[in-house]
């Protein structure tokens, strides 16, 4: 099994400032690896996957890099809007999919 | 626009079976495209796999969940359903219906809003 951890828990970040979201994954995964975004009472909306690359409509202030085990997802410049909690997903492992616990984006 | 919808109870007693439908608009159930699934999120936690489908066939579960779980499609109505037997409090979570991206790539494109579901007798 493929646990993926993510750090920190908390990010407290000004409007504006960059944030730097880590995941980690327990084992390599190459670059199958998704981010999401999910809001207080929504459900989760894809942003990123095979790493690096945006979903649909996405912004391009939302950047993801990384291979193997260790992954970032950047957000160049926070908007009120980015104001959530991130997951990382690794699919390397399909039919199996595992998600990481979570970063909580708030404002500083 | 693929959407989806989950529906069902929302309280459940312990040891019976919880059982949620998700309905397809936009799409056919049985297109070659998709894989459908279930995802769930006890309060306050991070997000788990259930289960997926593919193109109302062949099913897969998280190994966690597989004595429990049954995953199935009904064509005629474009709905594909969770069965989750034995249920514990520890079943208590939102439950979302997901598609994964066209093609098989195993990322949950379009998700449903989600229907919350509590274990308690």
């Known amino acids: 099994e493929i646990v993926m951890a993510q750090s920190p828990a908390t990010l407290s970040v000004s409007p504006g400032d960059r944030a730097t979201l880590s995941c980690r994954a327990s084992q390599t995964i190459n670059r199958d690896l998704a981010w999401y975004q999910q809001k207080p009472g929504q459900a989760p909306r894809l942003l990123i996957y095979a790493a690096s690359t945006r979903a649909t409509g996405v912004p391009a202030r939302f950047s993801g890099s990384g291979s193997g085990t260790e992954f970032t997802l950047t957000i160049s410049s926070l908007q009120s809007e980015d104001f959530a909690v991130y997951y990382c997903q690794e699919y390397n492992n399909w039919p199996s999919l595992t998600f990481g616990g979570g970063t909580k984006v708030e404002i500083k | 626009q693929l959407q989806l919808q989950e529906s069902g109870p929302g309280l459940v007693k312990p040891s019976e079976t919880l059982s949620l439908t998700c309905t397809v608009s936009g799409a056919s159930i049985n297109s070659d495209n998709y894989f459908w699934g279930w995802i769930r999120q006890p309060p306050g936690k991070t997000l788990e796999w259930i289960g997926s489908?593919?193109?109302?066939?062949?099913?897969f579960y998280n190994p966690s969940l597989e004595s429990r779980v049954t995953i199935s499609a009904d064509s005629s109505r474009n709905q594909f359903s969770l069965k989750l037997r034995s249920v514990t409090a520890a079943d208590t979570a939102a439950y979302y219906c997901?598609?994964?991206?066209?093609?098989?790539?195993?990322?949950?494109?379009?998700w449903g809003k989600g229907t919350t579901v509590t274990v308690s007798s």
């Open positions: 997901v598609s994964l991206m066209p093609g098989g790539l195993p990322v949950l494109d379009v």
């Open positions: 489908n593919y193109n109302g066939g062949s099913s």
